[in-house]
């Protein structure tokens, strides 16, 4: 099956820093990649979906800003967390679909971000 | 906006046991449904899926689920669980094809304990 994977798995930063996190399909080209919010003990939240060579689409009530999504490739985007606070702190986890198969996402294994 | 309920935050049960996991959505249009499993320390995978069809849709390690349209639900099932399904369920939904659009709308997610 398609794979999709994530770096890094697990990242400590000091508050006020940014973090990069990159997503990459590694079997097949991804039109779409979507970045997922998950807080302990509940669900998935969609933050903003990426399209290879256009600007990402954000959900309401996520900040452009602060979450900058670079799709540059068909097997690459990356999230970059900037001015990162302890309210950043989760898990974040991308998806990838590839072209054809706009109803099934693949998942990345997550990244743990702990912003002390 | 379409919304997913997931009744059963916590399932205990011993192994050979039958599994039922309730699933309800809001959406009244069209819509595509998935399971998707997230086994400890590894990302999410997709178990099942229903576009369209029999309503009773068969997935991966012996899982089942049944698309009731009446009750806007989508429960999985299981005749006989073993202790490696231990793992969080997450149901989720579609609505559309709205091609380029599709956002996946998660539920809060259950998590399933089998007891050897």
């Known amino acids: 099956g398609a794979v999709v994977s994530q770096h890094p798995s697990r990242v400590i930063c000091k508050s006020g820093t940014s973090v990069k996190i990159e997503c990459r399909s590694l079997d097949f080209q991804a039109t779409t990649m979507f970045w997922y919010r998950q807080f302990p003990k509940q669900s998935l939240m969609l933050m903003a979906t990426s399209n290879e060579g256009s600007k990402a689409t954000y959900e309401q009530g996520v900040e452009k800003d602060k979450f900058l999504i670079n799709h540059a490739s068909l097997t690459l985007s990356t999230l970059t967390v900037t001015s990162a606070h302890p309210e950043d702190s989760s898990f974040y986890i991308c998806?990838?679909?590839?072209?054809?198969?706009?109803?099934?996402?693949?998942f990345g294994p997550g990244t743990r971000l702990l912003v002390l | 906006a379409q919304s997913v309920s997931q009744h059963n935050h916590h399932v205990i049960l011993s192994e050979a046991a039958s599994l039922e996991l309730g699933c309800n959505y809001s959406y009244g249009g069209t819509v595509n449904l998935f399971w998707y499993v997230q086994y400890p320390g590894q990302h999410l995978q997709l178990l099942l899926k229903y576009f369209s069809g029999d309503p009773l849709v068969k997935g991966i390690k012996g899982f089942e689920a049944e698309f009731i349209k009446s009750k806007f639900s989508f429960n999985l099932r299981k005749p006989s669980v073993q202790w490696s399904d231990t793992a969080e369920y997450f149901c989720?939904?579609?609505?559309?094809?709205?091609?380029?659009?599709?956002?996946?709308?998660f539920g809060t997610g259950t998590r399933l304990t089998i007891i050897p």
């Open positions: 998806s990838a679909r590839g072209p054809g198969l706009w109803e099934t996402q693949y």
């Open positions: 989720a939904v579609i609505s559309g094809p709205n091609f380029g659009n599709e956002k996946l709308t």
